[in-house]
Structure formats: C-alpha cells, structure tokens
C-alpha cells in the first residue's frame, strides 16, 4: 500500500513492466504509461500491473474472480501477475494459487511463461494447507515447465531461503520468503530488493527480473 511514497524507488529501476500488489485503483489508472490494468474488491487495495514501455501488450481472461491475478501477454511472453490472499476459509493463499494455475494451465504451456508476485505461501507452512501445499504447487508448476528463478539461480531448495522478501510489521526477525517468479521457455536473472533500501516503505522487498529477450 502507499505506492506514492515508493513510487520513486520503483521508478528509479527503470521497469519495462511493474506489478504491485496491494496497490490502490487510483495510483493504477492515473498513471501516465502505456498498458495499465487494476483487479480488487477494495479500491484502496488490490493488484495493479504499470507497463512503461511500448510493447504489445494483450490482457486476458482472468474468469471468476479469484483474489488477485491479471493474466496479460507482452511480445511473446503470458504473465499472470498475481497476489494470492484469503477469498473463503477453504480458498486462501496457496490454495487461490492452485486454482489460479489449474485455471490458467492451457496459457501457461502455449507460450514462454511467468507467473509472479505475492504468493503468501512457503514451503515451511504446507501442513497448514494439506492437499494443495506449497510443494505440491511447486511440483505442479515443474510439470508445466515453469521454475522458480530465484531458486535455481541460487541452487537452494523450497523452504530454505536465507532471504527473505517479507517482513511482518517491517520487523527484521520476522521475515519470510513468500514472492515469487516462476519463468518457463526464457532465461533470466533475479535479485531481491535490499532491505536498507525498501524496508522504510514497504514490508516487501521487491523482485526484480530481469528476462533475456532473446530467449523469449
């Protein structure tokens, strides 16, 4: 939330395409850029996508709605940006995720593939969600060719991360790796966000992806 305040920092990036989960309707469509798409409930609060670049961009059906993803394509990639959080008691966080992929699984192999964003998921909580875990989603997505960037850069395994790219209430001790890019059909380089920098606006350090175009 409060993209305002940290608007600058994701700009200084220089992004060809920004997603922002918790972002407000209003920071989306009084946005300047070429492609911009808002998903929520809540004005004050849902998953926004800034496209600052001129591609060809295409946005897709999302269908029923699940809370929250955007489903669009540019030059030859499908993305759906997504921020998985609670819809009912039975479909919250991974399991949103587990719907959203099974939803969008025909999408997801027609082309080279990212699904990236806030996931509120780990490996480390899968008796939380017995039947469709984190690792059961991170096998699924392995079937559909798609791996998470930051994980094979790294050689780490699902619930061993050292970094972390969430920080309950801001607070260090309370960190937690929960976003992801899942890439498939391209190469790429990942790095998270340094706390220094984010932590004074915002509770998540962001992921920043950088796609060789080439192999797309």
Known sequence: MGFAKKRHLVEALNPDIAILPEVSMKAITESDVPFKTWVGSNPNKGLGVL???D???AEHE???LLPWHLPFSV???NVIALWAHV???ELRYVRVTHEIVDRHAE????APSLLIGDFNSN???DKGHPGRTHSMLVDKLA???LHSVYHRQEDVAHGSEEVKTYFHTKKLHFGHHIDYAFLSGAAASLEIGRQEDWLPYSDHMPLILDIDAATV
Do not use: V
Request: charged share 20%; hydrophobic share 30%; aromatic share 16%.
């Open 51 to 53: 496209g600052f670049t």
């Open 55 to 57: 591609r060809t961009y």
């Open 62 to 64: 999302a269908g029923t």
């Open 75 to 77: 030059d030859g990639l």
């Open 87 to 89: 819809r009912t008691r």
């Open 107 to 110: 999408f997801l192999r027609s």
């Open 123 to 125: 490996t480390a909580w």
């Open 143 to 145: 079937g559909m060719g």
